[in-house]
């Protein structure tokens, strides 16, 4: 090997494990610095969400606290500032509390902001953002993310307050929400949604686990349950100072538009249940897992390193109608994958969850050393007896029947650019979220969405109250041209829609073709689903008024975007 050789790689080598001084003079610890694998995966402290008086289960209400805390994400990393979900400032944690509802019985919360009046993370005022008229306090409003529940506890974008509830926000309701969990069994997680700030809010940590559970419906499935064998895993990424601080560029793509806010964000560190790169020792046999992405923008695309499958019961809140079994699982910001993974097939005492997404995905930066690996399970070498079982059919809900949808609709995804090409904001349908509300479906309806990706992202489009299912997605065929005339008209009607949508098909995932509040948009593409404003389990009405204010929204699910202003509202008729 030539010395010149030698040379670059120990320079690279030395250039990749220093720390990088940043502009304020604070160090950015390169990840290299933590070793992967030292810290156990933690299971989230979980609270029941019902009470059962004389063998009847009962409403019950809840008070959970916003604090500002430190916690520790790494063995070898000081304790980091952040803001934490709990019933007290003691025990909460980043991710919250796992909530644990029962299908049918109320859950009452009242969520307290109890945090300080300046920030941990750098915010940017340019963008459509939550600012209390007295300056101090941090608006903060929790959204239950595939929750159906009425508009009064959606955790709406303006219906935010600060420490106390001093300061409010112009659609604040009440400060009890009601959670009805008249939906079907599944899973949701709870977060931050105020406007302009869902991004640094959620990094500084507040989101937690929801978990819905009809025994009626579920224990006949044998699936794995309890607390060792059925577990929420919530995954994101972060980078950290050397001092343990939480990481955010503090400049903006655009300074001189935005001052700090940046198109994504992307951590070093990859962080499952509050831990950086934690191992879990498991038993040769399967296993539960309620795989929720957490990340800004980061996508996953996970797999084993000794190729474990995924066998797939449910996508986001709802299970499939049949188990799919799957060796790689893509997962986009706020999209959850209920899992069952069998280490008894396991031919190894260890193997690692990996990822290869690209990011941002689909085009971007590959993965590296660090950001290629999510934790290590160490299995056990003695068999076990396993009762738990994967059944040849889990749940069959209404079918998607476009006969039956009221209205079609085609929804356009915008990416606006500065003179240097750098992304200033990005906008559904050519709307700022202000502008009034153009969608208005009629509750208990079904529509189809033909959704216009004119961006390079991937965007994961969350639709607040519906479920929805994807029929097909169709790349565009001369874009640039169908780009120019959208551009001008913003209507996809009046530029011929149906010229441009004659290439290929791509098909929609096995595991991704049940009931969904979540899907990812590829660019380039039209993605038709079917949306439902509806229960999928049953024929009853919404227990709540949907009409009532403030409404809801629907918006693309990396926070980054959501927050300028990739959002827009959504309202809802009865009549």
């Not at 933690?42 to 500002?68: A, F, T």
């Not at 939550?130 to 009425?150: F, N």
Request: glycine share 6%; aromatic share 12%; net charge neutral.
């Amino acid at each position: 090997m030539k010395m010149e050789v030698v040379l670059f790689m120990l320079f690279s080598f030395l250039f990749f494990t220093e720390n990088t001084r940043l502009a304020d003079g604070s160090l950015l610890i390169s990840p290299s610095k933590l070793t992967m694998f030292v810290d156990e995966l933690p299971d989230m402290p979980r609270i029941q969400g019902y009470n059962i008086k004389n063998g009847v289960n009962l409403p019950k209400s809840l008070e959970i606290g916003m604090y500002h805390k430190k916690w520790k994400f790494h063995r070898d990393l000081p304790p980091s500032q952040v803001f934490a979900y709990g019933t007290s400032e003691k025990i909460a944690s980043v991710p919250g509390p796992t909530i644990e509802a029962l299908h049918g019985v109320d859950t009452y919360v009242t969520w307290r902001n109890h945090l300080p009046a300046k920030h941990i993370l750098p915010w940017d005022p340019t963008i459509p953002t939550a600012i209390p008229v007295t300056g101090k306090g941090i608006p903060t409003v929790v959204h239950l993310h595939g929750g159906i529940d009425e508009p009064e506890s959606d955790g709406h974008a303006y219906s935010w307050f600060t420490a106390g509830f001093k300061v409010k926000g112009p659609s604040w309701t009440k400060s009890k929400y009601r959670y009805h969990n008249a939906q079907h069994p599944g899973n949701l997680w709870y977060h931050d949604h105020a406007m302009g700030l869902t991004r640094v809010n959620l990094l500084a940590g507040l989101i937690g686990a929801y978990i819905i559970r009809d025994p009626n419906v579920e224990a006949p499935l044998g699936l794995p349950y309890g607390h060792e064998f059925d577990r929420p895993l919530v995954v994101f990424d972060r980078s950290f100072r050397t001092d343990g601080s939480i990481y955010m560029n503090g400049t903006g793509n655009n300074p001189s538009i935005h001052p700090q806010w940046q198109p994504e964000y992307f951590g070093d560190a990859i962080i499952v249940n509050g831990k950086a790169w934690p191992k879990l020792t498991v038993r040769r046999r399967k296993y539960r897992f309620r795989i929720i992405n957490a990340s800004n923008a980061r996508f996953f695309r996970f797999y084993f390193t000794n190729r474990i499958q995924f066998i797939h019961v449910g996508s986001d809140s709802a299970y499939l109608a049949r188990p799919t079994v799957s060796r790689k699982l893509l997962l986009a910001p706020s999209e959850i994958a209920d899992v069952i993974v069998d280490f008894s097939t396991s031919d190894s005492d260890e193997v690692i969850l990996a990822n290869d997404a690209a990011y941002p995905f689909p085009t971007g930066d590959p993965v590296d050393k660090v950001n290629d690996k999510v934790m290590k399970f160490i299995v056990k070498p003695e068999k076990v007896v396993d009762t738990s079982r994967v059944p040849a059919r889990l749940m069959r809900y209404s079918m998607p029947d476009i006969s039956t949808a009221v209205k079609t609709r085609y929804i356009a995804m915008y990416e606006y650019t500065s003179s240097t090409d750098e992304p200033t904001h990005l906008y559904l349908n050519g709307k700022s979220y202000d502008e009034p509300a153009t969608e208005i479906p009629k509750a208990g309806t079904s529509e189809i969405w033909n959704v216009i990706n004119l961006t390079e992202d991937n965007h994961p489009l969350h639709i607040h109250l519906g479920m929805f299912v994807a029929l097909e997605q169709t790349e565009l065929v001369k874009v640039a041209e169908f780009k120019e005339c959208m551009n001008t008209m913003n209507d996809a009607i009046k530029c011929n829609i149906d010229k441009y949508t004659t290439g290929k098909r791509i098909m929609v995932p096995t595991h991704e073709k049940g009931w969904k509040n979540v899907y990812k948009m590829t660019p380039g593409c039209i993605t038709k689903i079917l949306v439902r404003f509806s229960f999928i389990h049953s024929n009853t009405s919404y227990p709540f008024n949907v009409s009532a204010e403030p409404g809801y929204v629907y918006h693309c699910h990396i926070l980054d975007h959501e927050d300028n202003a990739m959002m827009r509202p959504l309202k809802f008729t009865t009549t």
